[in-house]
């Protein structure tokens, strides 16, 4: 995303959660494999990271970089010749950061409608001219999903800080 215009004075009007939604879609080919014949995990972590970002770019109206990835937790495996498609939403906004949420389906030859294969949440810190983090709008949600997932994106937070805590703790005073 390092080709993304920085505006001087992006918009901090809150934004409408569906107005941050990014969809991308591949067929998985032979270049994707494992040694095991399926889909690699970090091909399909590149795709949610990339539907992520486009996601965060939209909300913030410019250069958004990845901070952290909360989860990505995988279903079942995706094959070759699977059409993956990454859905991707920002949940949660902060001061700098967005957590985006990712959907990964695919369809599949012979199978009727959609298989949900995994679910990703990331971090993206919006960015200045100077790589600096920047102020990002508030995500408008819009409908009662939306405020669940606005409330479970302040859950991993609270965990992901209260896990940092008691490990900073463990390393000032030692395992015992
Ligand atoms: C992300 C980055 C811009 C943050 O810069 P920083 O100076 O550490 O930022 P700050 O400490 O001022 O924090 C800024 C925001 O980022 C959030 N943040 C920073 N690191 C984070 C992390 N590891 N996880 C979650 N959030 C994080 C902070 O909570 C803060 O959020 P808020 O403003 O909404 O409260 C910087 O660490 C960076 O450029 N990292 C590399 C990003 C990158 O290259 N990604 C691609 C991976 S190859």
Excluded: C
């Excluded at 679910?119 to 669940?148: C, F």
């Amino acid at each position: 995303m390092a080709l993304d215009p920085v505006p001087e004075h992006p918009s901090l009007e809150p934004v409408p959660a569906s107005q941050s939604r990014a969809t991308l879609a591949r067929v998985m080919g032979v270049i994707d494999a494992n040694n095991y014949g399926n889909v690699h995990g970090g091909v399909i972590l590149r795709a949610v990271d990339e539907a992520g970002a486009v996601s965060a770019v939209k909300h913030s109206h410019g250069p958004a970089v990845t901070a952290l990835i909360d989860q990505m937790a995988f279903r079942e495996p995706v094959k070759l010749g699977d059409l993956l498609t990454t859905r991707a939403q920002v949940n949660w906004t902060g001061n700098t950061s967005m957590e985006v949420g990712v959907r990964i389906t695919v369809e599949r030859s012979g199978v009727e409608g959609e298989i949900h294969v995994g679910t990703a949440y990331l971090v993206y810190v919006a960015i200045d001219a100077d790589g600096e983090p920047r102020k990002v709008p508030p995500v408008r949600a819009e409908d009662d999903e939306d405020r669940r997932r606005f409330a479970e994106a302040e859950i991993r937070r609270a965990s992901r800080l209260g896990r940092r805590q008691a490990i900073e703790e463990l390393r000032r005073h030692g395992a015992e």
